[in-house]
């Protein structure tokens, strides 16, 4: 049996989560799919999938060989289109990583019209605000907001994330209206629990940094729960510009701090570390680059 369509096989399980979704995607029956998956583990001698009646695990050795068997599939599919003189069409499925607000706000859109113009392609899109191993949950591209930690991962920046300090006027009425960063200890604060330290923030002015300690009943973990909490009255949040521009032109938002800044967060699509691209990712890369303004609106 050829060593590419076995390939093919194990890459389409790891890619849909079971045989059958490889099946059906190859045009195979599944018998056809688990003979070549067990071809595979016979010539690597190892285990490559843990099966149950329920569930299909791949092995800590299946997610080794995963991102190589992508790059021979890809070397195979480029000698087959040099030699027709075409390009290889992207094709397949593309797992995809997503902030959850920023990809609800922004991102489908840029899906809605990618889908249109690839329609070979098909899209995996995983809401989560986690930053999560890419290579071991199967995915071949990242957005992430915020500061990179160091990592293995190549990174392109497409995006400038600005954030506001907001509050209902129920609230400030209250309440009262800070007048300074140091006015923030008295008030409730909504903290974001991914943003480390959390109730620490951070604002700049002409006199320089300034950086205070907050407190409050509520802390979430997603950011359009922080704008939910806000529009509750349930106290002070500093929410990404998507999430508040809306609330600011009605006015069941009021900007606070004026002449004190909030950082802005870069935006970056992060990708393994390979010498090796699928036409799929590079065509979303190349697509959501030329779309970047979008972004930063």
């Known amino acids: 049996m050829d060593r590419i369509d076995c390939l093919k096989a194990f890459v389409r399980a790891m890619e849909g989560g079971s045989f059958s979704a490889a099946a059906k995607e190859l045009g195979l029956g599944q018998p056809a799919v688990s003979k070549r998956i067990a071809l595979l583990e016979e010539e690597f001698g190892s285990q490559l999938f843990m099966r149950t009646t329920r569930k299909l695990t791949p092995t800590r050795e299946a997610h080794r060989v995963y991102d190589l068997a992508r790059q021979v599939l890809g070397t195979f599919e480029a000698a087959r289109a040099s030699i027709r003189e075409a390009p290889a069409r992207p094709s397949g499925t593309l797992r995809i990583s997503v902030p959850s607000s920023f990809g609800r706000h922004y991102l489908m859109p840029v899906v809605r019209d990618y889908a249109r113009d690839f329609p070979d392609v098909k899209l995996d899109l995983r809401f989560d605000e986690r930053t999560i191993n890419l290579v071991e949950e ?160």
């Open 138 to 297: 199967g995915m071949e591209l990242a957005l992430r907001i915020g500061q990179l930690e160091s990592s293995s991962l190549m990174a392109r920046r497409i995006g400038t994330v600005r954030r506001y300090l907001v509050a209902t006027p129920v609230y400030l009425r209250e309440r009262g209206t800070p007048r300074n960063p140091d006015d923030l200890r008295e008030h409730h604060c909504i903290a974001y629990a991914r943003m480390a330290p959390a109730n620490q923030w951070t604002f700049e002015s002409d006199d320089g940094r300034h950086v205070v300690s907050v407190s409050g009943a509520v802390m979430v973990d997603d950011a359009d729960a922080m704008r939910e909490a806000v529009l509750q009255h349930l106290g002070i949040a500093i929410v990404p510009a998507w999430c508040a521009s809306e609330a600011l032109r009605r006015g069941q938002m009021k900007a606070l701090l004026p002449d004190y800044t909030v950082s802005s967060l870069p935006l970056h699509v992060v990708y393994p570390e390979t010498h090796w691209m699928s036409a799929r990712a590079r065509s979303f890369l190349d697509f959501v680059i030329a779309r970047a303004d979008r972004f930063n609106a």
